[in-house]
């Protein structure tokens, strides 16, 4: 493959929208030019109107597999996130069988991965309760950082982790340097449904099982271990507004803490989900209308430093459609081929351009899993991987826009704004309208 020229009127790169070409040269960009800079000997494709994006770095996915790959796997879950114009996936560390919580498991989530991926991937290594002296060697193996659960994850593998667990483990994580997304609620402010008799096909419901007192009381205790250990702190799924004033004042101070959001937060609203909507079932919750308005406003203010899906999909009888029991429904939103149009058709409402989402989609993900010297930019020497993405067509989801295993979606039927036409990954095209050519070319991004 010999240099290639990319030509777009709207190249989004950190400093701004441009008229421009990107050279390819190889799975590299060479350059981002002026149109009449490109050399003769380059191929051409000209893209015209269309903008062209950095490819998307989600780190924020539940791939599953090895161990439950009837939920999702790599296979799936790589062709979701090239069909929504991401190129760099970070899986979670729990729901697979082992979950990566050493060594040996991360080793069998690389051979489960081996020729399946579509687009690149990493993994987080897990912090669960007595594994400290699998922290530093996870590191040394290539996890990107760690994930913990303040309260119970879900699955039996993935033990939360308590005070002293976490006290245990923070030196460790700290002299890795590494991030620790800690997912950010406690226990003792949860009311499921043995302290509740309420009826549990209501929304509200499960809403006020996990108030939002239960994130700020879990962001307070986790910012207070930040200060005291000096660990990189990260928060997944910010859903509550109230916690950005402490999130805001604890920046100030100076303490390493980065905060993300995820899609379902910023589009959905509990007023407007219906009894029985299990589809919108995750925690913690989506909450009111005023509160995704807080959330924008995090976003607005640079409290709320990126947008990541959280997709974690079921089989459908574990989302319980039929019955609609918000208490049995596993919790989980599958969201990766439609981050980018849900966040768009949000965002262009509140006058947002797409620089603004390229930096919370790719540029910003990108630094916190620590692949931002060669991902998450259109900018010279980074990979070459970018999404053309035509941000005035309309479309309303069907099935066919949701190539993850199961095609569950709080979104099925709704008309949203922005479309993917199609996505490269390090120079060569991996999704192009609704086909995935070639083989699956993905591989572990090791730092
Ligand atoms: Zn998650």
């Known amino acids: 493959m010999g240099l290639q020229a990319f030509l777009s009127r709207r190249i989004v790169t950190p400093e701004g929208v441009r008229q421009g070409a990107v050279l390819v040269d190889g799975e590299r960009i060479r350059a981002v030019v002026p149109q009449d800079a ?11 109107n269309a903008a062209l994006l950095p490819g998307l770095v989600d780190s924020h996915v539940h791939i599953n597999e090895p161990g439950r ?45 081996q020729g399946q991926c579509r687009v ?20 040394q193996a290539g996890v990107l950082g760690y994930k913990c659960f303040l309260v119970p994850s879900g699955v039996a593998e993935f033990t939360m982790v308590r005070e002293s667990d976490l006290r245990a483990a923070l030196p460790h994580v700290a002299r890795t340097g590494l991030p620790l997304l800690v997912h950010a609620e406690l ?23 996990r108030p939002d007192r239960a994130e700020v009381a879990a962001i307070e205790f986790m910012l207070s271990l930040c200060r005291e250990y000096g660990f990189r702190l990260h928060i997944v799924h910010l859903a509550t507004g109230l916690a950005l004033d402490m999130l805001q004042a604890a920046r100030a101070e100076g303490l390493p803490v980065t905060v993300e959001t995820c899609p379902h937060y910023l589009h959905l609203e509990a007023e407007t989900i219906a009894d029985n909507a299990t589809q919108c079932k995750c925690a913690p919750p989506i909450r009111s ?9 995090g976003l607005r203010d640079g409290v709320i430093d990126m947008v990541v899906t959280d997709h974690s999909p079921c089989p459908p009888a574990m989302k319980c459609m039929g019955a609609g029991n918000f208490d049995s429904a596993w919790g989980g939103i599958a969201g ?16 947002f351009a797409l620089t603004d989402v390229a930096r919370w989609m790719a540029e ?11 991902k998450g930019r259109l900018a010279a020497g980074y990979d070459a991987d970018f999404v053309v993405f035509d941000p005035e067509a309309e479309i309303t989801v069907t099935t066919d826009r949701l190539p993850h295993r199961h095609p569950v979606s709080p979104y099925l039927g709704e008309k949203v704004q922005g479309v993917v036409r199609t996505t490269y990954l390090r120079g060569t095209v991996v999704f192009q309208d609704g086909e995935f050519p070639g083989e699956p070319a993905g591989r572990e991004f090791r730092a």
Not at 365 to 374: I, K, M, N, V
């Open 289 to 297: 209308h005023a509160n995704r308005e807080r959330l924008w406003r």
């Open 336 to 351: 990766l081929s439609l981050a980018l149009p849900i966040v768009w058709t949000e965002a262009q409402r509140r006058g």
């Open 69 to 113: 790959t009837d939920w999702e796997g790599f296979y799936t879950a790589t062709r979701a996130a090239a069909a929504g114009g991401c190129t760099m996936l970070v899986d979670m560390p729990l729901n697979s069988i082992p979950a990566t919580t050493n060594v040996a498991a991360l080793e069998a989530k690389r051979k489960a991965a």
């Open 38 to 48: 490109v050399p003769a000997d380059a191929s051409r494709e000209d893209f015209g």
């Open 120 to 139: 690149d991937w990493a993994a987080w290594g897990g912090v669960v309760p007595g594994n400290q002296e699998k922290i530093a060697p996870l590191a």
């Open 187 to 209: 226990p003792e402010f949860l009311c499921g449904s043995e302290t509740r008799e309420d009826d549990w096909s209501s929304y509200s419901t499960y809403l006020r099982s």
């Open 364 to 374: 910003e993900p990108a630094r916190l899993a620590g692949c931002d010297a060669r």
